[in-house]
């Protein structure tokens, strides 16, 4: 089993590539899935569709989830995860440039994890990716599986 892998559910492919730099640059080595929609995140993270092969007991260690997505909006996502027993308690940072504060409200009422507003500039957004992959990859006590 992969240890302590991150899903990072991002459609824009300019954020994609950024966050990806952005862990390598602080030295965060874990593997990363990425998915571009919240269909596509559902289907990995509950082992259907496309990832219907995945092994569903393989959880992530933490899910980079953004609020805009395409298909199913990332706040959708996080219902579904928090309704399920199998994903009820996966840590999941909401990564987002949204500055709405609906959706701040609407993803702690979600029970996400943290809310992570992402920031213009380069240097701050590889600075806020290096903490929370710091925080929720080595000093996080993750629950049980």
């Keep these: 089993m992969r240890n302590k ?6 459609d824009n492919p300019d954020d994609e590539v950024l966050t990806l730099r952005a862990l390598k640059q602080a030295n965060i080595l874990n593997h990363v899935d990425v998915v571009r929609d919240g269909a596509e995140a559902l289907e990995y993270l509950f082992a259907t569709g496309v990832h219907a092969g995945r092994d ?4 992530p260690q933490v899910v980079l989830l953004d609020l805009k997505l395409p298909k199913v909006d990332g ?4 219902r579904r995860l928090r309704a399920d027993e199998r994903t009820r308690r996966l840590p999941v940072v909401v990564l987002t440039s949204s500055v709405e504060e609906q959706d ?4 702690y009422d979600l029970k996400a994890n943290s809310y992570v507003q992402k920031p213009v500039d380069f240097v ?6 290096r903490n929370v992959g710091m925080y929720w990859l080595l000093l996080n006590q993750a629950p049980p599986r």
């Design 56 to 59: 569903a007991l393989e959880l």
């Design 75 to 78: 706040l959708e996502v996080l």
């Design 104 to 107: 701040l409200i609407a993803s």
């Design 5 to 10: 892998i991150i899903l990072l559910v991002e």
């Design 124 to 129: 701050e957004f590889s600075e806020a990716v």
